[in-house]
């Protein structure tokens, strides 16, 4: 229920609250302060992404006392990240440096640098939201329509607008209608170059994108061709008639 | 089952022909659609822009991204909706 909710939220699907309310219930009806502290962080990612950033805070109140003296690591990390998203600035229980708090005291690249080796997409994209860089958040912006992640896109469109960047790339990453396995034109692009047996990096200087987008792309490209590696993708990709037009 | 209407871009064009691979297509796509309780009920095709407004009933929004991926079909946004109809109202209170 937790990840449907989260998913909706994300995606910019219709109800996402419906299942966090399941999910919430569950959790305090186990009674389990872990459950609880999870699905509250969840939530308050959620609200702060239909920009209520009341609610965020209100989600989470109660449970940042009990939280502090339970010491739940991560997910109170996760946690206090919505709140100080959202603009609360509360006292800083230290645990280790975790991409959270690396990100919440200023330091969103190496943030971003964590996040990225250890393989959380999503959250990489955030932290490279708030290194307040235009270059940095117009890469976000394509990886979170990538991901498919309308409504974290949608605010760093805005924030790009606000800052007063130009040149915003407009819509989502239209998937090309005639094609079986649902790639976008850009993860179009990037298989072509794929087959050709470029690189990471070379593909990157020849579309003007970091290298680790392009690493985006191509894990993404690989799941929706299931194909377990860069070689079996070209035989995979020829056999669905991506390489013909 | 709730209502929804999807919008969807097509970078390149979509062509459904009026005959009988059409028909067929057509078919193909209800079929998969019905996998999943997904009913497909009508389109509107804005003229010229390579975009439509598709509406469906389904049991949530998952189903249609299932079965939108297996129709080979795009997916902008999907929107939750009820049904506003001038000749019904008298019928219940609606409120947005």
């Known amino acids: 229920m937790l990840v449907v909710g ?29 459950y609880i502290v999870v699905v509250s962080a969840a939530r308050a990612e959620a609200a702060w992404l239909e920009n209520n950033n009341a609610l965020a805070v209100s989600e989470t ?59 959380y997409p999503y959250e990489a994209a955030l932290a490279l939201l708030d290194t307040g860089d235009e270059k940095h958040m117009l890469e976000a912006l394509e990886r979170f329509r ?10 760093t469109v805005r924030r790009l607008r606000a800052m007063g960047a130009r040149h915003i790339p407009r819509g989502p990453n239209r998937v090309a209608s005639n094609n079986p396995a ?14 050709e047996g470029l690189t990471d ?45 | 089952m709730p209502r929804y209407i999807v919008e969807r871009t097509f970078s390149d064009g979509w062509t459904l022909e009026h005959d009988d691979d059409g028909v067929t297509a057509c078919l193909r796509l209800v079929d998969t659609n019905s996998d999943l309780g997904v009913t497909w009920i009508t389109s509107f095709v804005a003229v010229g822009q390579r975009k439509s407004f598709c509406v469906y009933d389904a049991p949530h929004p998952e189903a249609i991204r299932k079965t939108a991926a297996r129709n080979s079909l795009p997916i902008d946004r999907i929107t939750q909706v009820t049904v506003l109809d001038p000749y019904f109202y008298r019928s219940a209170p609606i409120t947005t």
Do not use: C, N
């Open chain 1, 6 to 34: 989260l998913l909706r939220a994300r995606r910019g699907d219709p109800d996402p609250w419906g299942p966090l309310d399941e999910a919430l219930g569950l959790a305090r009806q186990a009674a389990e302060l872990q």
């Open chain 1, 146 to 155: 990538s991901l498919g992640a309308r409504a974290a896109a949608e605010i």
């Open chain 1, 201 to 245: 990096g070379e593909i990157a200087e020849r579309l003007y994108l970091s290298r680790r987008t392009v690493s985006q792309h191509v894990s993404t490209i690989l799941r929706k061709l299931d194909a377990k590696s860069r070689r079996h993708v070209k035989a995979e990709a020829q056999r669905l008639g991506l390489l013909d037009a």
């Open chain 1, 61 to 119: 109140d109660e449970l940042v006392e009990q939280a502090v003296t339970s010491g739940y690591g991560w997910a109170l990390d996760s946690m206090a990240y919505w709140r100080w998203q959202v603009g609360v600035r509360e006292e800083a229980v230290e645990f280790d440096t975790s991409p959270r708090r690396l990100h919440m005291s200023g330091r969103a690249l190496e943030a971003f640098d964590q996040w990225e080796r250890s393989g």
């Open chain 1, 182 to 195: 649902g790639l976008t034109a850009r993860e179009l692009e990037v298989l072509r170059l794929v087959v």
